[in-house]
């Protein structure tokens, strides 16, 4: 019985150049295959049991894991390889002329890997983050090795080159964790009482569920940070945790001025020019 598969194993299926492929070759990248799976899954277990249940270290803990995948997917592919009777060092050797131009024709590919690998090990850009690139604010839902998913407020996912997050300008407001300070501006006529203006965007900031408002050192505040043409600038100040949606926030505290300001009677002008024309010379 063991003859007769060994005999079938052994007998050649497909050639492949002068390499012949038989049964027991293709039993050896199944075994590599899912063997590769299983390592992979005992991995991730592992440091699913080692590290904690907070946020940042489910963030590392991902980083950590796409390293592992990388790496020994790689080793199992070499080793799929060799197990066919293909030298791996003679193919390098033999398409080296091959990988210069295919280097330089995808070395923007390169870039966006070698950055994918700094991302995951740097840590500075993590799954969840909020970050705000090229005037588009978003959520980091998944870092790959080449690209990164980048979903705006919209909904829209943008597939993001992991190049831009390490050579351009990129704000991170999840980096420290920490409220972040936004502000709305208003202008207000010159014949409105500055108290009272200030007294209503306190009381607006203070009825907002997104408002921080219960920190001494993070109380909503007013400034008057302009006389305007025609119309004197305020700009309410307050901090906020919710920097994903902090534009749903912002219209809300605006719609409360425009109702707070017309059950007071305070007037927001718009800008108006007056003409004086000289009388007409008559005959």
Known sequence: MLDFIDKYLNKIIFHFGKVDINGHNILNILFIYFGTLVLL????????LKTKKTIVDKKRRHSVYLLFKYFFWIFAIILMIKSTGIEVTYLLAGSAALFVGIGLGVQDIFKDIVSGIFMLTEGVIRIDDILEIDGNVGRVVDIK?????????????????????ITEKVINWSHNLSPTRFSVEVGVSYNANEHQVRDILLAIA?????VISNK?????FVRIVDFGDSAVIYELFFWSSDMFFIENTKSDIRFDIRTAFRENKIEIPFPQRVMHMPPSKTD
Do not use: C, W
Request: hydrophobic content about 35%.
């Open 216 to 220: 001494t050192d993070r109380k909503p």
């Open 41 to 48: 899954y005992f991995i991730r277990f592992i440091l699913e």
């Open 206 to 210: 203070a009825t907002q569920p997104m």
């Open 145 to 165: 090795l080449r690209t990164s998913d980048f979903i705006t407020r919209t909904g829209t996912t943008i597939v993001v080159p992991n190049h831009k997050f």
